[in-house]
């Protein structure tokens, strides 16, 4: 009869012992996911180029807190086939993004 208790107290344990470990896997994962915040999105929209403006400007502007500067302003500038800083021009039009 001894031996039935123990086994049953061993069985009590260990399933209490899985039980903390899934329940707190699962409140833990919950909290990293949400820690990190809701998923941003990539929109694109295109810019009328102002007097003044550089790749720079536009991207202290525009890039979210998420990518470097430079970066965004390689993106911007493979976006639109853009080879030299210098040949933004304005009224010209520029493809961007922003994150949302």
């Given at each position: 009869?001894?031996?039935?208790?123990?086994?049953?107290?061993?069985?009590?344990?260990?399933a209490?012992?899985?039980?903390?470990?899934?329940?707190?896997?699962?409140?833990?994962?919950?909290d990293?996911?949400?820690?990190?915040?809701?998923?941003?999105?990539?929109?694109?929209t295109?810019?009328?180029?102002?007097?003044?403006?550089?790749?720079?400007?536009?991207?202290?502007?525009?890039?979210?807190?998420?990518?470097?500067?430079?970066?965004?302003?390689?993106?911007?500038?493979?976006?639109?086939?853009?080879?030299?800083?210098?040949?933004?021009?304005?009224?010209?039009?520029?493809?961007?993004?922003?994150?949302?």
């Amino acid at each position: 009869m001894k031996k039935k208790k123990t086994a049953l107290i061993r069985s009590f344990i260990l399933a209490a012992v899985v039980f903390a470990i899934i329940f707190g896997g699962i409140v833990v994962g919950r909290d990293v996911a949400s820690a990190s915040g809701p998923e941003k999105s990539k929109y694109f929209t295109s810019i009328t180029i102002e007097e003044g403006d550089s790749l720079w400007s536009i991207a202290r502007q525009y890039c979210d807190s998420d990518t470097s500067l430079s970066t965004y302003i390689d993106e911007i500038k493979s976006m639109n086939g853009i080879v030299n800083d210098r040949s933004l021009v304005a009224g010209h039009s520029l493809m961007i993004y922003y994150m949302r």
